[in-house]
């Protein structure tokens, strides 16, 4: 069995800086979030095809599951920055594994479930960030890496597993 699929298999990519803007860092998240369940609205009656693309079957549930573990990770990466703690290295299977459960139907429960759920952690962010000097979102750590302000900028891609479904109103 191979595990910790993830764990080196995009280093080139977050060795990249992260693109930001002037945009308020405290709403990008919550505005990312709110993009993803809109789109998610469409997935009621899914038929149960995945879509694939970008090398990866897709299915709601999996784009969900990967906008909560990617929001997940991510905040606990800055919690744990903020408290000077050491941050928990991913070891998520990511993208590159499609599970079982992510082939469940769509129904409007699940749709309930994940706006909760992706709701809370989008609040998280923005309790979080508020009120965060800028020089503290601004600043590199001392190891390197990405900047507070670099790591929200690319947590709000997250609508990418999202636009990977489609919407799929009248799909089928």
């Given at each position: 069995m191979v595990r910790y699929l993830t764990m080196n298999q995009y280093a080139d990519a977050y060795a990249e800086l992260p693109a930001t803007d002037d945009r308020d860092p405290v709403e990008l998240?919550?505005?990312?979030?709110?993009?993803?369940?809109?789109?998610a609205e469409s997935w009621l009656g899914w038929?149960?095809?995945p879509v694939c693309r970008d090398g990866n079957a897709w299915t709601p549930h999996k784009a969900l599951r990967r906008v909560g573990d990617h929001l997940l990770d991510h905040l606990a990466e800055i919690e744990c920055r903020l408290a000077?703690?050491?941050?928990?290295?991913?070891r998520w299977h990511g993208?590159?594994?499609t599970t079982d459960a992510d082939f469940a139907r769509f129904t409007e429960v699940d749709l309930?479930?994940?706006?909760?759920?992706?709701?809370?952690?989008?609040?998280?962010?923005?309790?979080?960030?508020?009120?965060?000097?800028?020089?503290?979102?601004?600043?590199?750590p001392a190891a390197g890496?990405?900047?507070?302000?670099?790591?929200?900028?690319?947590?709000?891609?997250?609508?990418?597993?999202?636009?990977?479904?489609?919407?799929?109103t009248g799909a089928g």
């Open positions: 998240v919550p505005a990312a979030v709110d993009e993803v369940l809109e789109m038929d149960g095809r000077g703690q050491p941050t928990i290295p991913d993208r590159m594994v309930d479930e994940a706006t909760s759920r992706l709701g809370r952690l989008a609040a998280c962010y923005r309790a979080r960030l508020t009120g965060l000097d800028p020089d503290l979102l601004d600043r590199r890496g990405w900047t507070l302000r670099e790591v929200v900028h690319h947590v709000a891609n997250v609508t990418y597993y999202a636009r990977v479904v489609g919407d799929l």
